[in-house]
């Protein structure tokens, strides 16, 4: 089985650029989430989608993060403009659904703002 | 609101030697609860879990019992190998909360030969 795949691995922007993240999650689940990872911090959910709908954004940083499920599956996290505290990895995560506790994550993205 | 907190690393040791990582929570509900491991380059994994009180998680050699009197969920293990150097994070969730995992700071553990 396929596991939560991410892209790209590795991004440099310069700050007040935008970027954008890709997940694709393992197939069939139905819960996705986006996590930021700040170095020497545990992981901080942005976001949680129930097929293609949000059901916690309460973290994200609505005045320049954003992101979609369109049609369930793919996900992508935008970033627009960045800041030089943006800085981490961004973690994708999976589960079959919201009455499943095992979350299945991606190897993240790490982006670096200068 | 619910919060772990785990040892502060690093952690260095040599091979073969016993490893213990402390966890604590605080929960609204009845969490269940979880030891990640992040190798270096790679995202998250699944180390154990265990979702009820004196439940004993396990998995390569690690463990980890549930504690609700003393709120904790402490891992270890009895001999450690260069390959167990890695970041380990505690987390829990709650399904009052729709099984959000909410994570400790995590826990750098450094193994010598």
């Known amino acids: 089985e396929a596991g939560v795949a991410q892209s790209p691995r590795y991004k440099i922007i310069e700050k007040r650029q935008s970027v954008a993240f890709w997940c694709n999650p393992i197939?069939?689940?139905?819960?996705l989430y986006w996590y930021q990872q700040i170095l020497g911090q545990g992981p901080k959910l942005l976001i949680q989608?129930?097929?293609?709908?949000?059901?916690?954004d309460s973290q994200l940083p609505k005045d320049r993060f954003s992101a979609e499920r369109l049609k369930g599956v793919d996900s992508t996290l935008k970033i627009q403009p960045a800041k030089l505290e943006d800085s981490a990895v961004y973690l994708c995560?999976?589960?079959?659904?919201?009455?499943?506790?095992?979350?299945?994550f991606g190897p993240g993205t790490r982006l670096t703002v200068t | 609101g619910d919060s772990v907190t785990q040892m502060e690393g690093p952690v260095t040791l040599s091979e073969e030697a016993f490893l213990t990582i402390n966890c604590t929570y605080t929960?609204?509900?009845?969490?269940?609860l979880f030891w990640y491991v992040q190798y270096p380059g790679e995202g998250l994994q699944l180390l154990l879990k265990?979702?009820?009180?004196?439940d004993k998680g396990s998995n390569k050699g690690f463990e980890a019992t549930y504690r609700k009197e003393t709120t904790s969920f402490h891992l270890e293990k009895g001999s450690v190998q260069v390959s167990d150097s890695a970041v380990y994070f505690c987390a829990l969730s709650v399904v009052s909360n729709d099984y959000k995992l909410s994570f400790g700071a995590g826990t750098t553990v450094t193994v010598r030969a």
């Open positions: 989608f129930q097929n293609n709908g949000v059901v916690d």
């Open positions: 995560a999976s589960s079959l659904g919201l009455d499943y506790y095992e979350q299945y």
């Open positions: 265990a979702t009820k009180a004196d």
């Open positions: 197939s069939g689940h139905a819960t």
């Open positions: 929960a609204t509900g009845y969490p269940s």
